[in-house]
Structure formats: structure tokens, C-alpha cells
């Protein structure tokens, strides 16, 4: 890589003294000037080198211990949408830097055309909207592109050979100018386009210059992830093929780590820091080491194997409700903690109080735990059945809102009930289980946001 470039994960910590207006500059080239897409296009490049950052995958304990036995197949097509999404990219960015008209409606439409060809076409042309440097970047991915569909030709995917591959992949990146800009200002644009409310916090509201730097980081940083997890939104709400955001989560885990780091080797070791906002700080980085645990330990487990479409949107959709609303409700708290007029739907549209949340998980708590008392005192004919239905229910809805500890206890009940068998084996486990969902409940009353809002105690439907 030339030594004059900037690697595209420089983390920000180390620009703190660079303000949003010198940020995200636009470069002699002009492949980062596209807007939108040279955005995506280097989000999806830094998605691919997380990618291949084993740390960043979704894996048990049990399965990162037989890591060097697994097969790589499932992760390698993922690799493979990737680089076809950022031809994609790359080739509109070519054609109109603006945006215009799709090319492609989708990844499998791309990848019935040559890109190389396609590439050396707008070049021969002498097109004017076809950057030379972008056609280089064009070229690399297709010819990256041509040996990824050549091993997957083969058997398996070894360990070795899924490590050989992606050591392929950041050397090309890395040798390409276009594709260090492009991600770099990917990287950057968080603190450009940062609200105004937000700004203004860090240069009015804070009298401690560390402090204020260091916040400002954070913000960008929470900023940054947020938009990591539209762009999967986007492929939520236009219903594609949902496992290649798979990289796009493998980024989240690597940013949202680095912020977890930054917070505690730095941020929280601001000599003289008042005890309200160290705990504040604290409080984000459990939050955020929480939230990823839950999703990479539990939501999107299992996802490369998974064919049927509706279990990996619920996944999928889980895994990124739980991720947006975390850094969310961080960025607020923090945003409050230094101006508490400011309310959350003043920076983010979908934003959802933990008022909200409390109210719906205290409410859901209390008809699970009716439902139970009243299997349990055999005054439903199937109860079972009425039991795991509602189940389910609570597993993909307010489950989430709990803290991680009782999340890992509840889903322990909920496997119980489900492989009891018959009366006697359902008895003992439910009255367990009623003991603990109304210990949970009166837990969850206690929240400080619920002060005020008294239960009205609602009866369990017939």
C-alpha cells in the first residue's frame, strides 16, 4: 500500500483534534465524491476485510474451539455476494457518480455479467463519467471475484485456504488508492454529517477539554454503527437475500468493539471526571459489551446454515432491532446527561424510549405469568400449547428488553417448558418457572423510568 495513504480503519481516536468540517474530505480522484454510493461502496470494502476477522463471527464457544476443522463454504458464497455488491457499487459510481438509474436489481443479476469486460468497455470508451481509477478497483474486484467462484468449485473450504483468500482480498484493497479513499471517507462521513444538537453539545456543554473530544469520538463513533445498520435496514424493507449482511454485521462487531475499547482505555480515565459521567460512560460500554453478546452469541447463531427465508429475516431483523436501539438509547443518554431537554425523537425517527420498552416488557411479564398460574392450576384444557404460542411470542418481542443476565435465565425456563412431557415433568417446571417470572416482574416495577407509571394489572384474556 502506498505509505502516503491513510489505512482505511485509522480509528478515529487518533483524528480527535480534526473537527466535522475537516473531515471526509473529497480527493483529487473523485471517487469519493458519489454521494451515497461511494458511501456503501466503502462501507461494503471495510465489510470485507472484517469479514475474514474470525474474531467478528457469530460462534459458540464449542465452535471457534473446531474452527481449523470447519468448512468455510457458507462463509466464502457470503464473501461472494460482497464482492458482487461492490462491483455493483462500483460500476454505477462509474457510470453516474450521482446515483441514477439501478443497474442491477439485484446481486444475482450482476453476476451473470463480466465485469472485467464491462470495466474495459467504459474505459475504451473514454467515457467521462468512468473514473480510470474506479476502473481499476472494477477490475481487481472482478478478477477477486473469478477466484472465489473458482474455489467454490471445490469440496470444502478449508481453514487455510478461507485465510489464504481473505489475505488476497486486503492486499488488493490495500494496493488500491480508490479503495483506501473510498473507505476511509466511508469511515469519516459519521462525524461530517453528525446532528447539530449533538455538536453543539460538545462545544457549549462541556468546560473539560479531554472530556469534550472524547465525547464528540463517542457520538461519531455511535453514529457511525447506526449507519452500518440502515444500510441492513434497507435490505429489510426491500425484502433481498438477507444472509450477505452478514459482513455488514462482522463491521458492526468491529466498530462497536473498537468503541468499547476507546471508552475504556481512554474515556474513562479522564483525570478529575465527575462521578455522574464516568458512571454514564460505564454504563454505555455494558450496554454495548451486552448487546453484542446477545446478537453474536445468540441472534445470528447459526445463520450461514440456515435456507428457509423466514428464520433468517427474524434473525436478522432481532439482531439489528437489538443493535439500533443500544446505540440509540446511548447516544440519548449521553446527549442527556449534558442537556436533559433533549428528547430522542429530536435525533433519530425510529427512536424508542426505555420508557417505551419497560412498559411493554412489564406488561408482557405479567401475562406470561397469568398464563402460567393458571396452567399450572390446570384451568386450561391444553395448556401447553397456549404456553409455548405465547412463548414464542415474547422470545421475538420484548424478550430483548431485558438485561442480558435474566435474557440467559428466561431462555433457559422457556427451553424447560418446551421438553417437558406430559403432567408430571410440566408441573414442577412451570411452578419454577411462575416463582421466577414473578420475582422478574416485580424487578422490572422497580425501574427507575417507571416511576410514576403504576400497573393496572390487566387480566389474562379467555
Not at 425484502?239 to 458492526?252: I, N, R, W
Request: glycine fraction near 4%; aromatic fraction near 8%; proline fraction near 4%.
Amino acid at each position: 500500500m502506498d505509505s502516503k495513504s491513510t489505512t482505511a480503519d485509522q480509528p478515529a481516536r487518533e483524528r480527535a483534534s480534526d473537527s466535522p468540517a475537516q473531515v471526509a474530505p473529497e480527493n483529487e480522484s473523485g471517487a469519493v465524491a458519489g454521494g451515497e454510493l461511494a458511501y456503501e461502496l466503502g462501507v461494503w470494502l471495510r465489510s470485507l476485510r472484517s469479514f475474514f476477522e474470525v474474531r467478528n463471527h457469530p460462534f459458540t464457544e464449542a465452535e471457534r474451539a473446531k474452527i481449523p476443522e470447519r468448512d468455510w463454504a457458507n462463509e466464502l458464497r457470503m464473501t461472494r455476494q460482497a464482492l458482487l455488491r461492490s462491483s455493483q457499487l462500483t460500476l454505477r459510481l462509474m457510470i453516474s457518480p450521482k446515483g441514477g438509474a439501478e443497474l442491477f436489481e439485484n446481486a444475482e443479476e450482476a453476476a451473470s455479467l463480466d465485469m472485467l469486460t464491462q470495466a474495459n468497455a467504459l474505459a475504451q470508451a473514454g467515457s467521462e463519467s468512468a473514473d480510470h481509477s474506479l476502473v481499476e478497483l472494477a477490475e481487481a474486484l472482478g478478477e477477486i471475484c473469478t477466484v472465489c467462484e473458482a474455489l467454490l468449485e471445490t469440496p470444502a473450504i478449508s481453514f487455510h485456504t478461507w485465510t489464504s483468500f481473505g489475505g488476497l482480498v486486503t492486499r488488493e484493497l490495500d494496493r488500491s488508492q480508490t479503495a483506501q479513499e473510498l473507505m476511509q471517507s466511508a469511515y469519516q462521513s459519521a462525524a461530517a454529517n453528525l446532528p447539530t444538537p449533538l455538536l453543539e453539545l460538545t462545544r457549549t456543554a462541556m468546560t473539560h477539554a479531554s472530556l469534550s473530544s472524547d465525547i464528540l469520538i463517542i457520538f461519531s463513533d455511535l453514529a457511525r454503527l447506526l449507519e452500518h445498520l440502515r444500510l441492513i435496514e434497507d435490505f429489510l424493507r426491500r425484502d433481498h437475500p438477507l444472509k450477505q449482511t452478514l459482513p455488514l454485521f462482522t463491521l458492526v462487531h468491529a466498530d462497536a468493539q473498537a468503541l468499547h475499547d476507546f471508552i475504556e482505555t481512554r474515556a474513562l480515565r479522564i483525570d478529575g471526571m465527575d462521578h455522574t459521567v464516568f458512571d454514564a460512560l460505564d454504563g454505555t460500554n455494558y450496554a454495548i459489551a451486552m448487546e453484542l453478546r446477545k446478537v453474536f452469541a445468540h441472534e445470528l447463531m447459526g445463520l450461514t446454515a440456515l435456507h428457509q427465508a423466514p428464520p433468517i429475516y427474524v434473525k436478522i431483523e432481532n439482531a439489528h432491532g437489538l443493535l439500533r436501539d443500544c446505540f440509540q438509547q446511548s447516544t440519548v443518554a449521553l446527549a442527556q446527561l449534558f442537556d436533559g431537554s433533549l428528547d430522542g425523537a429530536q435525533l433519530f425517527k425510529s427512536f424508542h424510549t426505555k420508557l417505551e420498552q419497560s412498559l411493554t416488557l412489564r406488561n408482557d411479564l405479567w401475562m406470561l405469568l397469568q398464563l402460567v398460574r393458571q396452567a399450572k392450576a390446570g384451568r386450561d384444557q391444553y395448556p401447553l400449547s397456549r404456553i409455548l404460542e405465547r412463548l414464542a411470542d415474547f422470545r421475538n418481542g420484548s424478550l430483548r428488553y431485558l438485561m442480558y443476565k435474566d435474557w440467559e435465565a428466561c431462555e433457559r425456563f422457556m427451553e424447560e417448558v418446551a421438553a417437558a412431557r406430559g403432567a408430571v415433568e410440566l408441573a414442577p417446571v412451570l411452578h419454577r418457572f411462575a416463582t421466577y417470572l414473578e420475582t422478574l416482574h416485580e424487578h422490572v416495577s422497580l425501574r427507575a423510568v417507571l416511576a410514576g407509571h403504576p400497573f393496572d394489572y390487566p387480566k389474562l384474556e379467555s
